[in-house]
């Protein structure tokens, strides 16, 4: 689905509200294995962009992705700033090239299915891209946990509904890892049993933005 400036403005509120709805218990799980500031680096975050919202939006798609990225590490401080950071930034680049190369080539316009393929090429290439910043991989127990799974059924056409199930799951599913990045990563064994934050906040957006585009999909 095509994103216009409204879509885009709509999505920054909702992201925005749905941090500020988890903001406490985001800190409660970073209590648990960090330092319990989770909640309020990622509420500095989505508020620093919702305030630039009405700018933001009205850019192209990757020049707006790119933005929001530099905003997101300006603001959310700690681990997951330049994380969550990279990957705007490292969508947004992906995209303009891409986009680039198509005019370039004339090639002509994208199918819906075609345009799924190519976004989840480039979101690989940005996950890869968080993956080197953090020097962390599959099963660290990071927001990686989340990221990994979304790019692969985005990349198999999955549907938003199980898109968002899987990103619900897949955070879950580092309650039982252990930690091997972060400041998780100091208490080693006693890591394990609980859910690592940067993977929930990261499912909630996720799970966000997937209900918005299945809002949005025509029945
Ligand atoms: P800090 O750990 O500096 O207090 P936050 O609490 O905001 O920062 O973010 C912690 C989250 O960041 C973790 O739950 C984890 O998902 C993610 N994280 C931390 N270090 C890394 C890393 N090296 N690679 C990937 N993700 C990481
Ligand atoms: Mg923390």
Redesign the pocket.
Known sequence: MPLDAADLSALIGLCREEIELHCEHLGR??SA??????GA??RRGLEAVYRERDAISVLPLPAALERIGLVLVMS??????P?YGTLLMELGRGLAARDLAARELAVRELDAREEETDFAAVLAVAVTA??R????GPG??????VLYPVQAELASHAAPVRIAECARLAARG?EMML?R?????YLGERSIGHE???????ALLTMTICHYFKEQAPS
């Open positions: 799980l970073d294995i960090g330092d319990g500031d989770h680096n990622m959310i401080g700690g681990a997951a700033g994380l968080v993956a910043r953090g020097r962390s660290d127990k990071t927001l990686l946990d580092t930690a990045r972060g400041r998780a990563s690592d934050p940067g993977a929930s906040s990261c």
